[in-house]
């Protein structure tokens, strides 16, 4: 598998732009946010643990995270031609498990895309998320606790990948086809 990730602050546009890039490229969207969800709603004591996190803001452990990952990309079928990550890696410590889990398994990280949207564009966007979504997480008070932890523990990350000279920076701004294009003109040259 030839995977990319997504990064960017919480309503940065991830999800919405890992749809548009799964269509396009034929590969594979995993977002640990939605897994997390799904199993919260599951009422597992898992998903209790869960959202005793999320519902904070806060990360779930990494331990927990990557079992569930780990697990779910045993679930996949082995003709996968990779992922769209999307809310992982969130910590440092996760990015290095990614990369040793991927070289065990034969498979490449391509590059991170990095989603810059403004801070103050990312808070009118969840709010106005938190309305229809019916996410425990989309209220303000929660908003900003998760932009203190993206800025704290995610954007390490990006520097990770910058330093491994697989790093993009795009434009988080604009149409939500706007941004599509820039990303398309980085992901033709890897996925040609
Ligand atoms: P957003 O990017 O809008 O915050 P996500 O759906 O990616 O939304 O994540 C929602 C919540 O799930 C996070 O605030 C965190 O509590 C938890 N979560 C998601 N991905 C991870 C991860 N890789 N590591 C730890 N916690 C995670």
Redesign the pocket.
């Known amino acids: 598998m030839l995977n990319i990730i997504l990064c960017g ?4 546009g ?2 919405t732009q890992s749809d548009k890039i799964v269509e396009k490229y034929g590969l594979t969207h995993l ?7 799904s199993e919260v709603a599951s009422g597992s004591e898992l998903g209790k643990l ?1 959202f005793s ?2 519902g ?7 331990e ?2 990557l079992r569930m ?1 780990e697990a779910y990309i045993e679930t996949l079928p082995a003709d996968t031609k990779g992922l769209v990550f ?6 440092e410590n ?1 990015a290095v498990e990614l990369e040793k889990l991927m070289e065990r398994r034969g498979d490449k990280t391509a590059l991170l895309l990095d989603i810059h949207v403004p801070e103050q564009e990312v808070i009118t966007r ?1 709010l106005e998320r938190g309305k229809v979504s019916g996410r425990a ?2 209220n303000l008070e929660t908003i900003k606790e ?1 932009l203190v ?2 800025h704290r523990q995610t954007e390490p990350v990006a520097s990770h990948y910058k330093a491994l000279a697989k790093y993009e920076a795009v434009d988080g701004m604009g149409a939500i086809d706007q941004i599509f294009h820039r990303i398309e003109q980085v992901l033709d040259k890897i996925y040609a």
């Open positions: 602050a919480p309503g940065s991830k999800g977002s640990t946010g939605e897994l997390m969800r869960i996190y999320t904070r803001g806060l990360l779930v452990p990494d927990v995270t990952l999307d809310g992982f890696p969130r910590t996760q969840l997480d989309d998760r932890v993206y």
